[in-house]
């Protein structure tokens, strides 16, 4: 409970006037012995207590009123949310979480966890008059005045977007704008507790309570948690898009929030320049990624378009946009000699993959090296130096991929800090085999279906060690290094420590080495396709200098919200972009309590809950009303008590006439 006019307390010191006029009455009676008298007191005697008991009843009453209607005077209000003994501030500032995932209804509601938000906001603004409110949404990030609570829901920056949220850096923005505006504050956070928008192990959670305790007047911290259990939800993403000749290659990931305990049926509607198809697909476990390829009219023409699934539990993952141009040739350049160039060549551009291109070139060539438009560079030589390890830096920085094979001949040149170590040799009649290596990550992993790549297949009889800082995916039997990647800019420099060439290894049969160099090729080719690609909140979706945005599609448009912060096609100047939401937001998991005390640990926080999912329970309620009518109580108890008592007739018996003597 909290009063909103808390300066109407200090009355309760009236509550002691009628005790204090009781005792100055008293004091006004002095006692006198009188004998006279002593026979009727002792008549009255057993009435006293009674009269006393009542009297104290009176005083009672009397003062249990004065403090009714001083409580009432004070407007009190009930409210989890609130706590105890609070006062009304003069300034709340709003931290808004409006990100995809605050459209997710709870399991048992229809009401979306944001509009749930502002239900609850405005009806705890409704006992605030005269509180400024100042809004920062997790969308723009910037503090607003917001010109009365009744329009909250009303405004652009409360609306739905598809955007994530950063509550470290909205709560930093809330310090820094607090320090400047003095007076007694309150800092309000609405949030699901999503825990990727929370990132309790973001080391800006030390700069966060740091800035909240060094202002001049500490803030009361409330965070109102819209928690519990999800409706049934399903997710659909596209985590890369590549043209290849006349078709487009999206990989889709379709994921389930419920628990997969039956395989689910479910349809999904791919719209391609405004012609849509729908097909089924069959969700076994938890989730399903594929490839899906999208025929295309021609292999000059430039387009867009969604795959969407079923409107669910959250409407803001039910769509992934894409958008491609034209087809462009995948290139790439293998720098080797012998029989290692034919293998790598052919892995590099097998017979039968459209629009795939590998030259060969000697190691001669390599300072007259030109990576422009390669997808993928091939090296099986001594490392490079001079203009073409500038030339390869480059190339990696842009997003390109280099695949580094050892030399035949030893080398003590170095690139990037790595060498290749001495050569290794097996003994008589034995070989190298692989021990382990990264199922999960690197040119080895499985399949999108799970299906492995043969590499305990793989035999070797020389190799040599990838020497250097970076970080390791597949290991020989005697725990050598065989794959390591390293990470430059956007792009990647892989080595691998054996040859395809049969007086190396059998890499050269192609179960190991075709898809290790496709994956390559095809992550270099990738970064051409990613510039039709964007996720919401990054500088690429972002408007440039004299750009202007439109939005091109018409899927599910949201008039109320800023375009900007809103997932679709949008063209902005000259480009055309598939502006999607961050994938973050598609992971369910929820901050912990026990992570939530630690980050807000010092400040003034309070938690509360709300898990009901309707939209109309109030987190807060008047009771003024009931001290009131306490009031009324009071003074009608003191009324009857002060009544007096009905008179007993007395009927005396009438006395016979005194007889004189005579």
Same mark, same amino acid.
């Given at each position: ?13 009236a509550v002691?006037?009628? $005790? ?5 009455n008293?004091r ?6 009188w004998? =006279? ?14 009269k ?7 005083l ?10 001083i ?7 009930v ?9 009304q501030? %003069?300034?709340? @500032?709003?931290?808004f979480?409006?990100? =995809? ?17 502002? !239900? ?11 509180t400024?409110?100042?809004l920062?949404d997790?969308?723009?990030?910037k ?24 509550l ?6 809330a ?11 309150e ?10 928008n929370?990132?309790?192990?973001d ?7 740091a800035?909240?305790? +060094? ?13 519990g259990e ?13 043209r +290849? ?15 997969a305990?039956n395989?689910l !049926?479910?349809p999904?509607?791919i ?5 849509r198809?729908?097909?089924? @697909?069959t $969700?076994?476990?938890? *989730?399903?990624?594929f ?24 409407? #803001? ?16 350049t293998?720098?080797? *000699?012998?029989?290692?160039? !034919?293998y790598?060549?052919?892995? /590099?551009a097998?017979?039968?993959?459209g629009?795939?291109? =590998?030259?060969?070139?000697p ?14 560079? $091939?090296?099986?030589?001594s ?5 073409a ?10 997003g ?11 080398? !003590? ?16 009649n ?7 290596w ?34 390791v995916?597949?290991?020989?039997d ?9 990470v430059v ?14 007086t190396? +290894?059998?890499l ?7 898809p ?5 090729v095809?992550?270099?080719a990738?970064r ?5 690609l964007a ?6 979706? /972002?408007?440039?200098?004299? %750009?202007?945005? *439109?939005?091109?599609?018409d899927y ?7 375009? %900007?912060?809103? =997932? ?8 055309t ?6 994938l ?14 630690q ?16 939209? #109309? ?9 009931g001290?009131? $009518? ?33």
């Open positions: 409970m909290f009063f909103l006019q808390s300066a109407m307390l200090w009355g309760l010191f002691s006037i009628p $005790i204090i006029i009781h005792l100055l008293r006004r009676h002095r006692t006198i012995q004998a =006279a008298m002593q026979f009727l007191l002792k008549a009255t005697r057993e009435s006293r207590g009674k006393r008991l009542r009297h104290i009843l009176i009672t009453c009397r003062a249990l009123g004065i403090a009714a209607l409580f009432a005077a004070s407007l009190p209000v409210s989890k949310f609130f706590g105890l003994g609070s006062g501030p %003069e300034l709340v @500032v709003l931290v979480d409006r990100s =995809a995932s605050m459209e997710a209804n709870p399991k048992n509601g229809t009401i979306p966890r944001r509009e749930l938000a502002l !239900n609850r906001l405005s009806d705890a603004f409704a006992d605030l008059e005269g400024r409110l100042v920062i997790s969308a723009s990030g503090p607003q005045d917001v010109p009365s609570p009744e329009v909250l829901a009303e405004l652009s920056s409360t609306a739905a977007t598809d955007t994530t949220a950063d470290s850096d909205m709560l930093l923005t310090a820094e704008f607090l320090a400047e505006t003095p007076g007694r504050a800092v309000w956070v609405t949030s699901d507790l999503q825990q990727t929370w990132s309790p192990d080391s800006r959670w030390d700069s966060v309570r800035a909240l305790n +060094s202002l001049p007047q500490k803030p009361r911290l409330r965070v109102l948690a819209l928690g999800n409706a049934a939800n399903q997710t659909i993403q596209i985590l890369s898009s590549r +290849s000749g006349s078709d487009l290659l999206l990989d889709l990931r379709i994921s389930r929030g419920d628990d305990k395989p !049926n479910l999904i509607t719209n391609t320049n405004g012609a198809e729908t097909e089924n @697909v $969700i076994p476990g938890q *989730e399903l990624r490839i899906k390829s999208i025929p295309l009219p021609s292999p000059d023409e430039s387009g867009f378009g969604w795959v969407s699934i079923p409107g669910d539990g959250n409407p #803001r993952d039910n769509v992934a946009f894409f958008a491609y141009g034209p087809a462009l040739p995948v290139q790439s293998v720098i080797a *000699e012998g029989s290692a160039a !034919n790598l060549s052919l892995a /590099a097998p017979a039968g993959f629009g795939q291109i =590998a030259e060969i070139l190691p001669a060539a390599t300072p007259s090296l030109i990576t422009n438009g390669k997808s993928a560079i $091939i090296w099986a030589t490392l490079p130096t001079g203009p390890a500038a030339e390869l830096e480059r190339f990696l920085e842009s390109g991929q280099v695949v580094f094979f050892p030399p035949v001949a030893d080398s !003590n040149n170095e690139f990037l800090g790595m060498k290749w170590s001495e050569l290794a040799n097996a003994a008589t034995q070989f190298f085999i692989i021990d382990s990264n199922q999960d990550d690197g040119l080895l992993k499985d399949g999108i279906d799970g299906t492995a790549i043969p590499v305990d297949r793989l035999r070797a009889v020389k190799y040599r060690v990838p020497v250097g800082e970076a970080t995916l597949a290991r020989w005697d725990t050598q290094p065989f794959l390591v990647r390293r800019g956007r792009g990647t420099a892989w080595f691998m420590g054996s040859l395809p060439d049969y190396w +290894s059998n050269g049969d192609a179960d190991v080495l075709l290790a160099i496709q994956r390559a095809i992550a270099g990738d051409f396709d990613a510039g039709y996720t919401l909140g990054t500088t690429e979706s /972002a408007t440039k200098a004299d %750009e202007v945005r *439109e939005r091109l599609d599910g448009t949201n008039v109320n919200a800023e375009a %900007e912060h809103l =997932a679709g096609i949008h063209r902005l100047g000259e480009r972009l598939a502006i999607n939401r961050p973050s937001e598609d992971i369910p998991d929820i901050i912990e309590s026990k992570d939530l005390e980050i807000l640990a010092g400040t003034d926080f309070s938690l509360f809950e709300d898990t009901s999912g309707s939209g #109309r329970e109030n987190i807060s309620r008047g009771i003024w009303r001290f009131l $009518i306490a009031l009324l109580f009071f003074l009608l108890s003191e009324a009857l008590l002060c009544l007096p008592n009905k008179s007993v007739a007395v009927h005396s018996t009438p006395r016979p006439p005194v007889q004189h003597a005579r």
